[in-house]
């Protein structure tokens, strides 16, 4: 799609993401369709959204239900890290947080190690692979196994790149 519908939609939108509200660049914008072009969506403002990138290659021509869904198993948060306000008087919301199952640090490190030269340059392509892993895993909790690498020695962080030991 050409720039024009995206800047629109930014513009409609007040230049934030539609999903997770995070303040969105036109850079790092892409265009979701609702009901996917592939499903007989129209590329019309009214089945279109800016949303971060992340969340665009996530959603992919998912039928609209699993869409939603999706989402709303998410609990407003983004994958790309970022967080929606949702009602907090969900108890067990914060008790999940940050426990992780017990296989996920390994499988992560033994697919890095198998993925050679093609592993995630930078931390939010690592937390996106991870989510790609995990799905059911919250964006707290890729932070918590992305902590556990760095602190395991698997890897480095400077700035958002990821150098692997």
Do not use: W
Not at 66 to 76: P, S, Y
Not at 131 to 155: A, C, H, M, N, R
């Amino acid at each position: 799609m050409p720039n024009r519908p995206l800047k629109r939609l930014l513009l409609s939108q007040k230049g934030r993401c539609f999903f997770c509200k995070k303040t969105l660049p036109q850079a790092d914008a892409s265009i979701e369709h609702l009901v996917a072009s592939s499903n007989g969506g129209r590329s019309q403002d009214d089945n279109c959204v800016a949303c971060c990138k992340t969340i665009n290659a996530l959603l992919g021509n998912k039928p609209l239900k699993e869409k939603i869904r999706f989402l709303l198993d998410r609990n407003g948060k983004c994958p790309n890290g970022t967080q929606r306000k949702v009602n907090k008087t969900l108890p067990e919301a914060s008790a999940k947080v940050t426990k992780l199952p017990p296989e996920c640090y390994t499988k992560v490190v033994a697919n890095l190690k198998k993925r050679g030269s093609a592993k995630p340059g930078t931390v939010p392509a690592l937390k996106n692979s991870i989510f790609t892993s995990f799905p059911k895993l919250s964006p707290d909790q890729i932070d918590v196994l992305v902590q556990e690498l760095k602190s395991g020695g698997e890897i480095f962080v400077k700035g958002s790149k990821v150098i692997y030991v």
